[in-house]
């Protein structure tokens, strides 16, 4: 069966300190793995993206991802966390066209 | 704003109701999606549109019912609900639903919080 999965319910780590939120998937193929963050009330929002190439990902404010074949994982990380990337945090991993979203994590950061 | 919107952003309804969600955009994307998200639960796919055909449900319950009158309009008709379909419901939409969407992601909009009471 095809899985994604966020064994992180939620992330604390203090303002200016590295942050890691992990992701492993079980899917079939070579997949297309993406991070979306979701704010209060609001949607989900692309942060990045790994296709193909380089294994190291760079996104939106200052995200990036690494993918580990061998690990099956995709982890978000931050050289230093900000209060406003307090927020929830989703994997997915799109294969044959079809998506598949982890439960997410919450990330607090705290100042 | 992403380019999707739904409305209303709040829906508070008894078991007995019946009640529409709206999503629209205006990206040019051809295919549609409803999702339901609730705390701690992987996102649930429920409908999927392509070119305003559906093309998946996912075994989705009957008082749930899809509506796609074109590529940029997507509703979702409730009726005779039940307290644990309480949750977000979000709208998403892709520009291409064949082979390149898997590249270019989502985008969704900022959900309904519907509760059923």
């Known amino acids: 069966a095809q899985s994604v999965a966020q064994p992180e319910d939620q992330v604390n780590v203090a303002e200016g300190n590295p942050l890691t939120v992990k992701c492993t998937y079980s899917?079939?193929?070579?997949?297309?793995l993406f991070w979306y963050v979701q704010y209060p009330n609001r949607g989900l929002q692309f942060l990045l993206k790994?296709?193909?190439?380089?294994?190291l990902v760079k996104g939106s404010y200052g995200f990036e991802a690494e993918f580990n074949k061998s690990q099956t994982s995709f982890h978000l990380k931050k050289p230093s966390a900000l209060v406003s990337d307090s927020a929830l945090y989703f994997c997915?991993?799109?294969?044959?066209?079809?998506?598949?979203f982890g439960s997410g994590t919450k990330l607090n950061v705290k100042p | 704003e992403t380019g999707v919107t739904q409305t209303p952003r709040h829906l508070v309804m008894g078991m007995t109701n019946k009640k529409s969600l709206k999503c629209e955009q205006h990206l040019g994307h051809n295919a549609m999606y409803w999702y339901k998200q609730s705390a701690k639960k992987p996102l649930e796919l429920m409908f999927v549109y392509n070119f305003k055909e559906q093309t998946e449900n996912n075994s989705v319950p009957s008082r749930f019912s899809p509506e796609c009158p074109n590529s940029s309009h997507l509703f979702l008709h409730l009726h005779t609900l039940q307290p644990e379909d309480s949750a977000l419901y979000l709208c998403?939409?892709?520009?291409?639903?064949?082979?390149?969407?898997?590249?270019?992601?989502?985008?969704f909009g900022s959900g309904t919080r519907l509760t059923v009471v």
């Open positions: 899917v079939s193929g070579n997949p297309y």
């Open positions: 790994y296709i193909t190439g380089d294994n």
């Open positions: 997915a991993v799109n294969n044959f066209n079809k998506f598949y």
């Open positions: 998403a939409s892709s520009q291409d639903p064949i082979g390149r969407t898997a590249a270019y992601g989502y985008t």
